[in-house]
């Protein structure tokens, strides 16, 4: 059984700042990409900043330079700094993981997290 869980949202003014993680559990033998996406209230998902295994990282455009997402390969744990927070920012940040393994002859599949709520106000 694998888990994601993710802690660190919460409330935040125009300009301030969070720090998201998100922590993977269970057996597993590897994982390829991790990453965050967000729901914003009637919107779809949309993908925010993801990570590889071997660091290479990618993110939305609107969040470049204000977001940074980084990863402890050890610990199967991700984070998203956020910085300079607007009001738009505002959804439902879900956990990734991609290509996940839990044995090496295992097919990879995804898992997502529960999701955390960040609201930033203006």
């Known amino acids: 059984q694998v888990q994601l869980v993710e802690s660190g949202g919460g409330l935040a003014q125009t300009g301030g700042s969070l720090r998201l993680s998100c922590a993977a559990s269970g057996s597993i033998f590897s994982i390829n990409a991790m990453g965050w996406y967000r729901q914003a209230l009637g919107k779809q998902r949309e993908l925010v900043a993801t990570?590889?295994?071997?660091?290479?990282?990618n993110y939305e455009d609107s969040v470049k330079g204000r977001f940074t997402i980084s990863r402890d390969n050890a610990k199967n744990t991700i984070y998203l700094q956020m910085n300079s927070l607007k009001p738009e920012d505002t959804a439902v940040y879900y956990c990734?993981?991609?290509?996940?393994?839990?044995?090496?002859?295992?097919?990879?599949?995804?898992?997502w997290g529960q999701g955390t709520q960040v609201t930033v106000s203006s």
């Open positions: 990570i590889t295994s071997g660091g290479s990282t």
């Open positions: 990734n993981a991609d290509g996940l393994k839990q044995r090496s002859y295992n097919i990879p599949r995804a898992y």
